[in-house]
């Protein structure tokens, strides 16, 4: 009997001790998770670029930010002494031509809900008139009413009301100019300087489908009376920086935005009329996001034989807006248009808007060659486009970087694009032009331009 009570006892002291070796790796796991996944408890978060050029320890201050933790290698792009002089931090005049004191800001949002029609979101000529010009000053320069949580998506952005009440959605920088972002095609974060830049290309382009952005730079400790409570919750210090992450479907502490010290770039773009209704629509050359390839990137006859067949691309216009809008996203490089929305209003034949370019941007020293499938596959383009783009790839004298470069100047986060990044779009123009242009020369050009 002794030695029962004995065995039972021993038994009973073994089982305590595994539990608590059990309880004593889960409490050191979790301490570790906690040191790993909160840039609080670290002095140097997480990244995987590295700077070429500059002062050493500036430079480090500036990339050390959990703004860089991503599932993808960053490779910094060089940098040349000019830009490293005008793309100071510390920047900060606004260099857009209109006046704050010139501008009513109830007026410049009244002017701007008259402009989105069925055809574009731009009237024609806009670029050439200074009402954009004022429009894009007040987005810049107007006070900030509220700052709140981005509206859906799978990205950090904030809503934000400007005085007058016009909203915007708040894109924070995640990347510094020179940085290519290197991986899958969406891998990364957005950028608030490709939503900057494709919005001037698609109007340089005669597109119009894009709705105005500029770059705008917050104090985030000056507008701390304005952040919701339910954003200020995200908000957090990493040694003097100020940092928050939002609400989002991919939304977490460990890749939060990063100011330096209370100051942070961004984007800003404006909301579109509350009257023009959206419909979102599946793309048809979506991709898996997944390791199995999509149909469209195995079968060259699946736009003839699957796209061309079903509404809303067997008729009307759409099937040339999705021509269109490949030749704009290449030139950006852009490979995440997996949705894309039309005014539900001009329901089958409404256009395709250029929305969401932030994936834009990404690596100039790769072409995504798979995001003109839809050009070569479809060999369907419209007439009056291709006419308007040759033009501009035929003037020699104004190449379209040059043409990018120059309304880039005047936006008050200039240089916005990285002299690489500006460089490589005249390439990729003419490669995409040279894709229409294989189509015309094998199946003629009455078939191809419509």
């Not at 029609?117 to 320069?141: H, K």
């Not at 119009?208 to 210090?237: C, H, Q, W």
């Not at 629509?281 to 034989?305: G, N, V």
């Not at 691309?313 to 030749?327: C, I, K, M, Q, W």
Request: overall charge positive; aromatic content about 10%; some cysteine.
């Amino acid at each position: 009997l002794e030695s029962d009570v004995n065995c039972a006892i021993t038994s009973k002291m073994k089982w305590r001790s595994r539990l608590l070796l059990v309880g004593t790796l889960l409490l050191v796991l979790i301490v570790w998770s906690i040191f790993m996944h909160n840039p609080g408890f670290r002095k140097y978060p997480r990244h995987d670029s590295v700077v070429m050029g500059g002062d050493e320890e500036s430079q480090k201050r500036k990339e050390e930010h959990p703004t860089l933790v991503v599932k993808v290698t960053d490779e910094v792009l060089p940098v040349d002494n000019e830009f490293q002089v005008k793309g100071s931090k510390r920047r900060i005049e606004t260099t857009l031509k209109a006046s704050s004191s010139d501008i009513s800001y109830p007026s410049v949002w009244n002017m701007w809900r008259k402009w989105p029609s069925s055809l574009s979101i731009l009237p024609e000529n806009a670029f050439e008139s200074m009402d954009l010009n004022r429009l894009l000053t007040a987005m810049a320069e107007a006070p900030i009413n509220s700052f709140d949580v981005g509206y859906k998506g799978t990205q950090l952005k904030a809503t934000v009301v400007l005085e007058g009440g016009q909203m915007v959605v708040f894109k924070p920088k995640r990347y510094n100019s020179n940085v290519a972002i290197k991986g899958d095609p969406y891998a990364g974060f957005d950028r608030h300087d490709g939503e900057i830049a494709a919005f001037h290309l698609d109007g340089i382009l005669g597109f119009n489908m894009a709705p105005p952005v500029v770059g705008r730079r917050i104090d985030l400790e000056y507008i701390k009376p304005v952040i919701s409570d339910k954003l200020r919750k995200t908000f957090f210090f990493n040694g003097s920086d100020t940092c928050f992450y939002g609400v989002c479907y991919y939304c977490k502490r460990s890749e939060a935005a990063c100011a330096d010290g209370t100051i942070i770039d961004g984007s800003l773009t404006i909301w579109l009329p509350s009257n023009m209704k959206l419909k979102t629509w599946r793309h048809p050359y979506q991709r898996t996001y997944r390791p199995t390839k999509a149909r469209w990137e195995q079968d060259e006859h699946y736009c003839k034989d699957s796209v061309m067949l079903k509404p809303p691309y067997n008729s009307g216009p759409r099937l040339l807006d999705v021509t269109e809008t490949a030749l704009f996203d290449f030139v950006t490089d852009n490979a995440d248009r997996h949705h894309y929305e039309t005014f539900e209003a001009d329901g089958l034949n409404g256009r395709i808007l250029h929305l969401d370019n932030g994936k834009g941007f990404r690596n100039p020293y790769r072409n995504e060659m798979s995001i003109l499938e839809p050009i070569k596959q479809c060999c369907k383009f419209r007439r009056t486009t291709w006419e308007r783009l040759k033009l501009i790839l035929e003037d020699h004298n104004s190449p379209l970087s040059e043409r990018l470069r120059s309304r880039l100047r005047k936006d008050p986060l200039s240089p916005v694009l990285h002299p690489d990044q500006l460089q490589v779009i005249d390439s990729r123009f003419k490669l995409a032009m040279r894709t229409v242009q294989d189509c015309i020369d094998k199946h003629g050009q009455d078939s191809v331009l419509l």
